[in-house]
């Protein structure tokens, strides 16, 4: 592998945070009944616009390094959107109706590209997304049930009753839908081109970006939207409001400054980056580890979430590790030739 940047280093490590709080979050949604605790929706709330955040940067960052056209990013879209499918399949769905975050990624990639490569004022278009969004979702129609089909129904019948409430899944009210989660991204392609400024290491700097921190919390405190919990997922952004976008914002740009001095041989951060580094496919490994390993032993016979708070903390550490020496086998199998052989998609679902 090539050697990396500080600053890569530090992406690696608060991507590689954003996934391993997205686990807590995705377990606690399949095994953990309700109520869940204030402290635990906190922890996983956090982890998607992270997640989605730094995804638009690094499309920024391989757009700037070197422009291979838009196949490349279709093809991207392609690895991304097959593993998104593949996922519904196995969980028994029919795929392309939920509206996953991968299916978002996918999105993200294939229309990012055409709006921003040659204006760059396209960066700015998060600003009506996101209020599209929002006006729809609080205004319009928000369903907290989402719309989907399992494998043994009847497809074509459910597809004449419910495509446009599929388009409108997929556009407003899914899980993350393209408004306004699409914007996010852009919003982190955006945060980018700011790179100079907000991710300096001038004390003055990082306590503006703190300051502008806590006058978001403060926005989304007062304004906090319905925070609906939705087939149990308990993350507080369904629907997500403009202070907890900005908050989120605002909260990685404070982390990614206050990492960077303590970033060589740090422990913490070389184990998080492990997951940063292999997101993808951790990602995609977590779901049938959690459905298939982990809550057939403590939910109930119709699937209820049954698992105690031992049994929970448990099966996080034993997911957790299990993904750990999954990306450490993944980084070993990038330094080996083998790796270079296989095609340039391929390698990008294992995160090079």
């Known amino acids: 592998m090539n050697e990396k940047t500080g600053y890569e280093k530090i992406w690696d490590a608060a991507r590689g945070l954003a996934v391993f709080t997205m686990f807590?979050?995705?377990?606690?949604?399949?095994?953990?009944?309700?109520?869940?605790?204030?402290?635990?929706?906190?922890?996983?709330?956090?982890?998607?616009?992270?997640f989605v955040l730094i995804a638009?940067?690094?499309?920024?960052?391989?757009?700037?390094?070197?422009?291979r056209g838009w196949k490349n990013y279709l093809l991207k879209a392609g690895v991304i959107f097959s593993i998104a499918a593949l996922l519904d399949l196995d969980y028994g769905d029919y795929p392309f109706i939920n509206m996953d975050v991968l299916y978002l990624l996918g999105f993200s990639f294939v229309f990012a590209y055409p709006l921003c490569r040659n204006n760059r004022r396209g960066y700015y278009a998060w600003i009506p997304i996101f209020a599209a969004g929002w006006y729809l979702q609080n205004y319009v129609n928000y369903r907290l049930d989402p719309v989907s089909l399992e494998l043994d129904q009847p497809f074509f019948e459910f597809w004449k009753a419910q495509a446009g409430g599929v388009a409108y899944q997929w556009f407003v009210d899914g899980y993350f839908p393209i408004l306004p989660w699409f914007g996010i991204f852009l919003l982190g392609a955006h945060l980018r081109s700011l790179r100079a400024s907000l991710f300096s290491q001038h004390t003055a700097g990082t306590l503006s970006v703190a300051a502008l921190l806590v006058l978001s919390a403060i926005l989304w405190y007062l304004f906090p939207g319905a925070m609906h919990i939705r087939e149990n997922?308990?993350?507080?952004?369904?629907?997500?409001?403009?202070?907890?976008?900005?908050?989120?914002?605002?909260?990685?740009?404070?982390?990614?400054?206050?990492?960077?001095p303590v970033s060589d041989k740090n422990l913490i951060l070389s184990f998080w980056s492990v997951y940063g580094r292999n997101s993808l496919l951790l990602y995609a490994l977590h779901y049938p580890i959690i459905t298939h390993l982990i809550a057939p032993a403590w939910n109930n016979a119709e699937g209820d979430p049954g698992a105690g708070w031992p049994e929970f903390l448990g099966s996080y550490a034993?997911?957790?590790?299990?993904?750990?020496?999954?990306?450490?086998?993944?980084?070993?199998?990038?330094?080996?030739?083998?790796?270079q052989k296989i095609p340039e998609s391929a390698r990008f679902l294992f995160g090079h």
């Not at 807590?24 to 992270?50: D, E, K, S, V, W």
């Open 56 to 67: 638009g940067m690094f499309f920024r960052a391989s757009l700037e390094k070197k422009d």
């Open 24 to 50: 807590c979050a995705n377990l606690a949604g399949n095994i953990l009944p309700q109520p869940h605790p204030f402290a635990l929706r906190l922890y996983g709330t956090f982890a998607a616009p992270f």
């Open 233 to 260: 997922y308990s993350e507080m952004f369904y629907p997500p409001t403009m202070g907890f976008i900005l908050t989120s914002g605002f909260l990685l740009i404070l982390i990614v400054r206050l990492l960077k």
């Open 318 to 339: 034993y997911l957790c590790v299990a993904l750990y020496l999954i990306g450490r086998g993944l980084d070993f199998w990038k330094t080996k030739e083998s790796f």
